[in-house]
């Protein structure tokens, strides 16, 4: 297993990577958690960053990255305990939810869904 980026030892739980989903209608950002991150993300930088606080968890996934094709996402980074995703275009949140592990997943799910006009239909 990789170590963790930031270990803290109060910590709720870990925080894996985003995955990320291009679809016509939006673009999905997933980031599974060992616990409930207890927190909503935010637009700032004019629409172009996403930032979802991750304070409560030990991050597990690099602490940064650049895409190499996308759509909407140009990369993320991992600062102060928030995960800033970098987008292209200005974008809207169209849905967020923190979904309880089930049957199929065992896993807490921050899930996001982002809406551009200069991407999505």
Do not use: C
């Not at 980031?31 to 637009?43: E, K, N, Q, V, Y």
């Not at 629409?47 to 991750?54: A, F, H, N």
């Not at 800033?84 to 921050?110: C, E, T, W």
């Amino acid at each position: 297993a990789a170590s963790p980026y930031s270990s803290n030892p109060n910590a709720a739980g870990d925080a894996k990577a985003p995955r990320i989903a291009d679809y016509p209608d939006k673009t999905r950002i997933v980031i599974d958690m060992t616990a409930d991150a207890g927190s909503t993300a935010t637009l700032t930088n004019n629409g172009k960053t996403l930032v979802l606080p991750l304070s409560k968890l030990n991050w597990t996934g690099a602490k940064s990255w650049d895409a190499e094709s996308a759509q909407l996402i140009s990369g993320y980074r991992v600062e102060e305990g928030n995960l800033h995703v970098d987008l292209m275009y200005a974008s809207q949140i169209r849905y967020q939810s923190i979904l309880k592990p089930g049957d199929a997943n065992k896993n807490y799910r921050f899930v996001v869904d982002l809406f551009s006009p200069e991407v999505h239909k």
